[in-house]
């Protein structure tokens, strides 16, 4: 079966830099979200979309955007780089209604130096 | 003081005994409970969910729910060295932007 795909899976960026994840949901699943994983911890939730739309926020600093396209594909667009911005970052994915059942996709590793 | 609690571990078991896992949450308003299999950096995988209180069964694993006292569990049975991982628990609010609230994570290995 079709996963989420996510690219690229690992990055590395020098602080201040801009980088930009992209999220593939699983077809048909019209909703996304954002995890960002630090080390040793557990995944934190930092933002949602439904139909391009954002659809909640959570605790993303006002340095990352983010937006859903028509195709459903989301991308995370990270600027001005940190040391603490060094984790994974997932992206999940569900369809409207089932929302409980959220998949989520092999990950990006950012390394930032 | 985190909305989700887990105990972090790691808890070791032999091969073929029953794993036993658990988390207590503390915000009454969450209405669904799934857990995750996390192996090593790697995305995780979603094994169940459940959204009432009372006994959810699925080949070897079960999930198990108490709203009363804010506990949730989650049993393997028969447990294999692959089931070596770590195990979060989640919870969410439906409709309320149906984020994810994660546990800790408990890491778990199992002993041939």
């Known amino acids: 079966a079709a996963g989420v795909i996510q690219s690229p899976r690992h990055l590395i960026k020098e602080k201040r830099e801009t980088a930009t994840l992209k999220c593939y949901p699983i077809p048909r699943h019209d909703t996304v979200y954002w995890y960002q994983q630090g080390p040793g911890q557990d995944p934190q939730f930092l933002i949602s979309f439904y139909e391009k739309m954002q659809s909640d926020k959570g605790s993303i600093p006002d340095r990352f955007s983010a937006q859903q396209f028509s195709d459903y594909h989301s991308e995370l667009n990270m600027s001005s780089l940190e040391l603490g911005d060094s984790a994974l970052y997932f992206c999940?994915?569900?369809?409207?209604?089932?929302?409980?059942?959220?998949?989520f996709g092999p990950g990006t590793r950012l390394l930032v130096l | 003081q985190k909305e989700v609690e887990q105990d972090p571990g790691p808890l070791s078991v032999p091969e073929g005994a029953i794993v036993s896992l658990n988390c207590t949450y503390s915000?009454?308003?969450?209405?669904?409970f799934m857990w995750y299999r996390q192996y090593s950096r790697k995305g995780p995988e979603l094994l169940m969910y459940t959204y009432s209180s009372g006994n959810k069964e699925d080949g070897r694993f079960t999930a198990q729910v108490d709203k009363s006292s804010k506990y949730i569990s989650l049993f393997i049975r028969d447990s294999q060295p692959s089931d070596s991982a770590t195990y979060l628990c989640?919870?969410?609010?439906?409709?309320?932007?149906?984020?994810?609230?994660f546990g800790g994570g408990t890491r778990v290995l199992v002993k041939p």
């Open positions: 915000n009454s308003a969450f209405q669904y």
């Open positions: 999940a994915s569900s369809q409207r209604d089932r929302e409980e059942t959220q998949y």
């Open positions: 989640a919870m969410m609010i439906k409709a309320a932007g149906n984020k994810l609230t």
